[in-house]
């Protein structure tokens, strides 16, 4: 059948073929040069194309341990094991500090299959030196102040409080302080209920 002009629409797969192409898009994304790789809520690996082996096998900001995917900092892997336990359907993005400030690795996950708590997620991601994670307008929908508003951007960014406070030369009660304001601003109660309320506001 054709339609307007001389393309014809587009025919279904014989279901014969089908296997034979589900193995041939399983070769092709793992020659692909994006790095992808299937995980567990656990973080336990199921899969990884080359490109994401390589990564691992040079361990400088994701690793395998145990067959576990792990971060070279402890802040990163808690904000990544919280980025997985709360992928979606719909694309989620994360944006972790590499080691030593060389960059950041930036990361695109969905889940996959229809239980929330079940399934996997299937992760890409690459390693750039000049990308910062950046939020539309939070301190104005939320009225932060000016100190708030920095040390909001240090936890997403997946700081601690003690990093934080060393980080920009103030007390760790100032730093918890500031975070108490910042959850009635936002209206949440934990980093979780924060990393989900600001997910909209993320550019």
Not at 61 to 85: C, I, K, M, P, S
Not at 128 to 134: G, N, P
Not at 138 to 166: N, W
């Amino acid at each position: 059948m054709k339609t307007g002009g001389n393309m014809p629409d587009a025919e279904p797969v014989p279901v014969a073929e089908r296997p034979k192409a589900e193995s041939l898009a399983l070769r092709w994304l793992a020659l692909e040069e994006t790095a992808r790789l299937l995980v567990t809520n656990t973080l336990e690996l199921l899969w990884a194309n080359g490109a994401a082996r390589c990564a691992f096998d040079a361990a400088t900001d994701l690793a395998l341990r145990d067959g576990v995917l792990v971060t070279a900092q402890r802040t990163a892997q808690a904000a990544l094991a919280r980025f997985v336990e709360h992928c979606g359907g719909s694309v989620s993005t994360l944006c972790l500090p590499c080691e030593n400030g060389s960059g950041h690795l930036l990361l695109r996950g969905r889940r996959l299959g229809p239980d929330p708590q079940g399934g996997c997620v299937g992760i890409s991601f690459h390693r750039s030196v000049d990308h910062v994670a950046h939020f539309a307008d939070i301190e104005t929908a939320f009225q932060l102040t000016r100190s708030e508003e920095r040390v909001l951007q240090k936890m997403l960014d997946g700081m601690t409080a003690d990093e934080i406070a060393s980080d920009i030369r103030l007390s760790i009660e100032t730093i918890r302080s500031h975070i108490r304001n910042i959850y009635v601003k936002v209206g949440v109660t934990s980093r979780e209920g924060l990393f989900a309320r600001l997910r909209a506001f993320r550019i």
